[in-house]
């Protein structure tokens, strides 16, 4: 959806508003497409002293997976941007400026980024997930399994089988 910008300029109107769906099925995020549920956004346009302001928010749910135990996790993201708009190309280097390249602007061009800098490298379904067993793949949230006990750091299987030797001799 882009918004005519020249309606602000022009007129005494003071803000438009907006508010859309979008479709990011199709974006790819860290090799997987975690936008699988529609997005959000609504906001306004607004000519604030003859400086044209975009205020809105986007929200979604991302969906993942447990950084430990690989549980399928859905998160609820949600951002907000409040960006002076500016046709000026050198003024490019602010955090809250957006660049225009013509007479209109479409919020999505400024949500969509702040919403997936929202977005963590890593996610766990619980602060004190134990994940999975890297022998047996087990889900030590859910099975204790005896792996850690039975296996022996191979760098230290010759000191094992001189405390073998050891127990051995003393029985």
């Known amino acids: 959806m882009k918004i005519d910008l020249r309606k602000l300029t022009g007129s005494n109107t003071v803000s438009i508003p907006f508010s859309e769906t979008l479709d990011l099925r199709e974006e790819t995020l860290y090799g997987a ?4 549920s529609p997005v959000q956004i609504s906001g306004e346009v607004s000519n604030e002293s003859g400086v044209l302001r975009l205020k809105g928010t986007i929200k979604t749910i991302y969906s993942t997976a447990c950084a430990r135990c690989l549980k399928p996790l859905d998160i609820l993201l949600t951002a907000e941007a409040d960006m002076i708009l ?20 479409d919020p999505a061009d400024v949500l969509v980024p702040a919403l997936i ?18 022998h047996c793949g087990a889900d030590r949230n859910e099975v204790d399994c005896d792996c850690d006990k039975k296996q022996i750091d191979p ?9 073998d030797s050891d127990e051995d001799k003393s029985t």
Do not use: I, N
């Open 86 to 105: 500016s046709d000026d190309p050198e003024a490019e280097e602010e955090d809250d400026l957006f660049v225009l390249t013509g007479d209109s602007v």
């Open 155 to 163: 760098r230290f299987a010759a000191l094992r089988a001189l405390l």
């Open 33 to 36: 497409k975690p936008f699988q």
């Open 117 to 134: 800098l929202q977005v963590q490298m890593t996610y766990l379904c619980k602060e004190d997930c134990k994940g999975l067993c890297p």
